[in-house]
Structure formats: structure tokens, C-alpha cells
């Protein structure tokens, strides 16, 4: 699976929209950009993920470069229930395999203010 | 919403014992997995699981665990013989049909 690499940290005033940069510029064709996040000591929570094509869902949007070599993770309108560790992991999906297993980085640590 | 479910949410054990931690995937899911967190560092694979048998375990997986599927819902990591460096939070997830995985709310393991 391609490296990524993420900030440690970032800080976000609550109500404003957070934007968590992902670099994996040694992305294959086929590989997929997802991200989770894990709140404390829960389990991790998938976010959303894509190919090439921007992608929004309720909970995110997520923007990749044309290359496709960066993205970026929006939460539109932080909560203080976002604060979390974000990880953005790039692996090969493929429907019929079972073992693309997820191998977590450090990831970046979003704390929203008050 | 369906969600994974894992029992126990707490386990203390003493070294040498054999635990078993227990997990409800999501019903129509077929792919299994188990990752491990030791406290304070990165969220780990051990193992996937499909049709009845380990498609992929990692170097932590040794002869000490295991993995099994008893009935239609139930799935389970086992660990023989605890040591003290298996103190850790286990996640159990399961593979939704987009590749993502959704994952419990974790058992946290002691070992004294």
C-alpha cells in the first residue's frame, strides 16, 4: 500500500470548517484514498473514501488533486465532537478480495476549540 | 444502524491465562477482521477472516491466537496463554461493500 503522510496536529475553532491534508504521491491506479478517525480510545470510524472523483457524504467531503497524489479530508461546520485522530489510509480495494487490511499511520490529531 | 458489536468491553487477566473475546459482526457482512491498540500507539492488524478460514494474519498473530467462527454470527480471538504485552484494546471489523471496514467499540485486555 502507497505511504501517506499527514500533519501531527491541527486546531479548528468550532462552527468553522476543518480541512485535514493527506499526501500519498506514490498512489497506484488503483488505489483508494479512505479516512477514518478514532475519537479517544474508540474504535475507528470510516469517514468516507474515493478514487479520483471528489466525494461528499453526511458526514464529509473529500477533494483529490487532478494527480491524485494529495487530498483533502472537510469537515464542514467542526463540532467539538470532532476531535479525533484522522487517518488517511490509501489501499487497493478490490470486491471480491478479503485481505486488503488497513495499516494506520499516526495520522493527524484534530483538536476543534471552543 | 447495524454496528459491530464486541464483548467484553473489559478484561483483566493474569499472565498464563487463556482469554476468548467475542464479536457480532454486522449480519451481512462476509470479511472479518481483528486489529489491536496498545495504549499510546498505532491501531495494529492481526488477521482477516473469510469463508471459514484466515485469509491473512500479521507477524503479531502467532501460535497463541487464534480465530474462529462458531455459529452464523459469532467471531472470535482467542489467546492461549496471555503475556504481559498483550495488554491492548482489540478491535473486531467487518467489511461493508464499498472496502470499508466498520469496527467495534473494542475489548480492552489486562494482563498482571
Known amino acids: 500500500d502507497a505511504k501517506t503522510t499527514q500533519p501531527p496536529s491541527m486546531d479548528c475553532a468550532e462552527g468553522r470548517a476543518a480541512n485535514l491534508p493527506c499526501n500519498h504521491s506514490?498512489?497506484?491506479?488503483?488505489?483508494?484514498v479512505y479516512w477514518y478517525r478514532q475519537i479517544h480510545s474508540q474504535g475507528p470510524q470510516y469517514i468516507i473514501h474515493?478514487?479520483?472523483n471528489n466525494e461528499t457524504n453526511e458526514m464529509a467531503s473529500l477533494i483529490i488533486t487532478e494527480d491524485r497524489k494529495s487530498s483533502t479530508l472537510i469537515l464542514p461546520h467542526a463540532t467539538l465532537r470532532d476531535t479525533a485522530v484522522y487517518y488517511c489510509?490509501?489501499?487497493?480495494?478490490?470486491?471480491?478480495?478479503?485481505?486488503?487490511?488497513?495499516?494506520f499511520g499516526t495520522g493527524t490529531r484534530l483538536t476543534i476549540i471552543p | 444502524e447495524p454496528e459491530v458489536t464486541q464483548t467484553p468491553s473489559h478484561q483483566v487477566t493474569q499472565m498464563g491465562q487463556e482469554v476468548i473475546l467475542r464479536c457480532v459482526p454486522i449480519?451481512?457482512?462476509?470479511?472479518f477482521y481483528w486489529y489491536r491498540q496498545i495504549l499510546g500507539q498505532k491501531v495494529e492488524f492481526l488477521v482477516s477472516?473469510?469463508?471459514?478460514?484466515?485469509?491473512?494474519k500479521s507477524e503479531i498473530f502467532d501460535d497463541q491466537f487464534s480465530v474462529e467462527r462458531p455459529d452464523g454470527s459469532n467471531f472470535t480471538l482467542k489467546i492461549r496463554s496471555t503475556k504481559l504485552e498483550d495488554s491492548a484494546m482489540y478491535f473486531c471489523?467487518?467489511?461493508?461493500?464499498?472496502?470499508?471496514?466498520?469496527f467495534g467499540e473494542g475489548s480492552r485486555l489486562t494482563v498482571l
Open positions: 471489523a467487518s467489511r461493508g461493500p464499498a472496502g470499508e471496514l466498520f
Open positions: 506514490t498512489i497506484s491506479g488503483n488505489e483508494y
Open positions: 474515493g478514487l479520483k
Open positions: 489510509i490509501v489501499r487497493v480495494y478490490e470486491p471480491n478480495f478479503g485481505n486488503e487490511k488497513l495499516t
Open positions: 449480519s451481512n457482512h462476509l470479511y
Open positions: 477472516f473469510y469463508n471459514n478460514e484466515i485469509s491473512e
